[in-house]
């Protein structure tokens, strides 16, 4: 029997306080002082679905041989290329067998169901895995309700028929053009309809209808059910369609919309990976993807979801939450205001694609070296170790530094440098196991990087080129703590 055998998440660390949206836009709209109560996560400026996914995917991966991954689907609504699968940049990234299957599922918000159905449906060597992630970086207007609601965020699942956290039941889709939101190729932000319409004639009649039917098909009934996922940025809309199938209201998994808000695509999977974190063996998890139609999968845990717990998943993810209170720099990174960049800023940032092909293992994968002779490990990989008792020539095999650790060297805060928050840092890192690289620093509060802090690296956006719409990725140090 297929089921999950390993669940991460990532969450950014910058939480929007929702009061100072309000505090900005409540001249205009009274209406959303209501909404002003906790925060959301936002991505800073050089995270998008891509980076998030890279995040929550190691995280899942700490619980899977990433060697046993043969297929992996990304599930998103915003994805940064449209003409560039999405999902092979995230499996570099990762280091995944370039013998990889790999998939992007989006223009649906339940685009992570329907891929987790495809995967168990797939299931067939025993000891392979497949990675679902589902990433989510929604913009949306200034001042509006999905502001207050929506949230960044990515979560990641890996599939197999062994050593389970969770086992499916079975699983149920309709497939209905119920139109509550949509975006055209040419628009920038959703557009949606009637709270209250939707509710009704969509989340009351399609959710029903395919969860009793999968009830049936598993002859379980709905008040054994001991986890009831339904995203929605509706905060009574669950409890609504719960209480009409007969579920508990304390099965209700709450969307975490005062916490870090509602993260579209990603958000079942989210949840689901919360869930895992505790669930007892045997309790039952009814998850529910809406979005023209609505799918529902029935899993049984199996108790070992806390055991096999990842080192960062949901509930770390929410503890290393950082309050940001500037609601400028919201709207500067998710580009909402046209800001005077200066000169330094308009270089041209083309990428030469010829050059960036030589050099991905290290650009994308950060792949070193490491010496055959001596074990001297360094980065970037070269033709002679650079250890100057060896010097031996082509004695490089690959040595992967996306999971190192390591201290800062030197450090530089530069302010003529451009940079979307300045001050620019940058560096000299030295890493653990061994070579050092000089590299930018992200996500650096003030005062707390010095010679000698410790740092973790994560793949970044280094640099967008908007005249020709390519990002840039790259690996950045950020410290730890």
Same mark, same amino acid.
């Given at each position: 029997?297929?089921?999950?055998?390993?669940?991460?998440?990532?969450?950014?660390?910058?939480?929007?306080?929702?009061?100072?949206?309000?505090?900005?836009?409540?001249?205009?709209?009274?209406?959303?002082?209501?909404?002003?109560?906790?925060?959301?996560?936002?991505?800073?400026?050089?995270?998008?679905?891509?980076?998030?996914?890279?995040?929550?995917?190691?995280?899942?991966?700490?619980?899977?041989?990433?060697?046993?991954?043969?297929?992996?689907?990304?599930?998103?609504?915003?994805?940064?290329?449209?003409?560039?699968?999405?999902?092979?940049?995230?499996?570099?990234?990762?280091?995944?067998?370039?013998?990889?299957?790999?998939?992007?599922?989006?223009?649906?918000?339940?685009?992570?169901?329907?891929?987790?159905?495809?995967?168990?449906?797939?299931?067939?060597?025993?000891?392979?895995?497949?990675?679902?992630?589902?990433?989510?970086?929604?913009?949306?207007?200034?001042?509006?309700? &999905?502001?207050? *609601?929506? =949230?960044? %965020?990515?979560? $990641?699942?890996?599939?197999?028929?062994?050593?389970? #956290?969770? /086992?499916?039941?079975?699983?149920?889709?309709?497939?209905?053009?119920?139109?509550?939101?949509?975006?055209?190729?040419?628009?920038?932000?959703?557009?949606?309809?009637?709270?209250?319409?939707?509710?009704?004639?969509?989340?009351?009649?399609?959710?029903?209808?395919?969860?009793?039917?999968?009830?049936?098909?598993?002859?379980?009934?709905?008040?054994?059910?001991?986890?009831?996922?339904?995203?929605?940025?509706?905060?009574?809309?669950?409890?609504?369609?719960?209480?009409?199938?007969?579920?508990?209201?304390?099965?209700?998994?709450?969307? &975490?919309?005062? *916490?870090? =808000?509602? %993260?579209?695509? $990603?958000?079942?999977?989210?949840?689901?990976?919360? #869930?895992? /974190?505790?669930?007892?063996?045997?309790?039952?998890?009814?998850?529910?993807?809406?979005?023209?139609?609505?799918?529902?999968?029935?899993?049984?845990?199996?108790?070992?979801?806390?055991?096999?717990?990842?080192?960062?998943?949901?509930?770390?993810?929410?503890?290393?939450?950082?309050?940001?209170?500037?609601?400028?720099?919201?709207?500067?990174?998710?580009?909402?205001?046209?800001?005077?960049?200066?000169?330094?800023?308009?270089?041209?940032?083309?990428?030469?694609?010829?050059?960036?092909?030589?050099?991905?293992?290290?650009?994308?994968?950060?792949?070193?070296?490491?010496?055959?002779?001596?074990? $001297?490990?360094?980065?970037?990989?070269?033709?002679?170790?650079?250890?100057?008792?060896?010097?031996?020539?082509?004695?490089?095999?690959?040595?992967?530094?996306?999971?190192?650790?390591?201290?800062?060297?030197?450090?530089?805060?530069?302010?003529?440098?451009?940079?979307?928050?300045?001050?620019?840092?940058?560096?000299?890192?030295?890493?653990?196991?061994?070579?050092?690289?000089?590299?930018?620093?992200?996500?650096?509060?003030?005062?707390?990087?010095?010679?000698?802090?410790?740092?973790?690296?994560?793949?970044?956006?280094?640099?967008?080129?908007?005249?020709?719409?390519?990002?840039?990725?790259?690996?950045?140090?950020?410290?730890?703590?």
């Amino acid at each position: 029997m297929p089921g999950i055998t390993a669940y991460g998440a990532y969450i950014p660390r910058a939480r929007l306080n929702k009061q100072v949206i309000a505090e900005a836009n409540t001249w205009f709209d009274a209406s959303l002082q209501s909404l002003a109560k906790g925060e959301r996560s936002m991505c800073h400026w050089d995270e998008d679905a891509i980076t998030m996914a890279v995040e929550a995917a190691q995280d899942c991966l700490s619980n899977a041989a990433a060697s046993q991954v043969d297929t992996l689907y990304l599930a998103s609504t915003t994805l940064p290329f449209l003409d560039r699968q999405n999902s092979v940049v995230v499996g570099e990234a990762l280091n995944l067998s370039r013998n990889l299957h790999s998939m992007d599922i989006t223009a649906s918000q339940r685009a992570a169901t329907s891929g987790l159905i495809s995967l168990l449906n797939s299931t067939g060597q025993q000891d392979a895995q497949k990675l679902l992630v589902a990433s989510e970086h929604r913009r949306s207007k200034a001042g509006s309700r &999905q502001e207050m *609601l929506w =949230g960044d %965020a990515a979560a $990641a699942i890996c599939i197999g028929e062994e050593n389970l #956290v969770a /086992e499916l039941l079975g699983h149920e889709t309709i497939a209905n053009d119920f139109v509550d939101h949509y975006r055209g190729d040419e628009a920038e932000f959703d557009y949606d309809w009637e709270e209250r319409w939707i509710r009704e004639e969509g989340f009351l009649k399609d959710v029903p209808a395919v969860v009793t039917s999968l009830l049936g098909q598993t002859q379980l009934e709905a008040g054994q059910v001991n986890y009831f996922i339904l995203p929605s940025d509706q905060a009574r809309t669950p409890g609504a369609v719960a209480r009409k199938l007969g579920i508990e209201d304390s099965a209700v998994v709450d969307n &975490q919309l005062a *916490l870090c =808000g509602v %993260a579209g695509v $990603a958000q079942p999977l989210l949840l689901l990976a919360k #869930v895992l /974190e505790q669930a007892q063996a045997g309790e039952l998890i009814l998850l529910v993807g809406f979005g023209q139609g609505c799918d529902a999968l029935l899993f049984r845990a199996t108790g070992a979801g806390s055991e096999k717990c990842p080192p960062r998943g949901v509930s770390g993810s929410l503890s290393e939450g950082r309050s940001e209170n500037n609601y400028h720099r919201f709207l500067s990174f998710n580009n909402l205001v046209q800001r005077d960049i200066g000169k330094r800023g308009e270089t041209d940032k083309q990428t030469y694609l010829s050059g960036y092909n030589r050099r991905k293992d290290l650009l994308t994968a950060f792949v070193g070296g490491k010496c055959r002779e001596c074990g $001297a490990v360094q980065i970037p990989r070269e033709r002679y170790c650079v250890n100057p008792q060896c010097n031996a020539l082509d004695s490089q095999d690959d040595y992967h530094f996306a999971s190192s650790k390591g201290v800062v060297k030197t450090w530089t805060a530069d302010r003529l440098t451009f940079d979307w928050d300045p001050p620019a840092y940058f560096g000299m890192i030295e890493f653990d196991d061994g070579g050092r690289l000089m590299m930018d620093f992200t996500e650096v509060d003030s005062g707390n990087i010095d010679a000698g802090t410790p740092v973790s690296v994560h793949f970044r956006i280094r640099q967008i080129d908007h005249q020709r719409g390519f990002r840039k990725y790259f690996w950045k140090a950020v410290p730890c703590g």
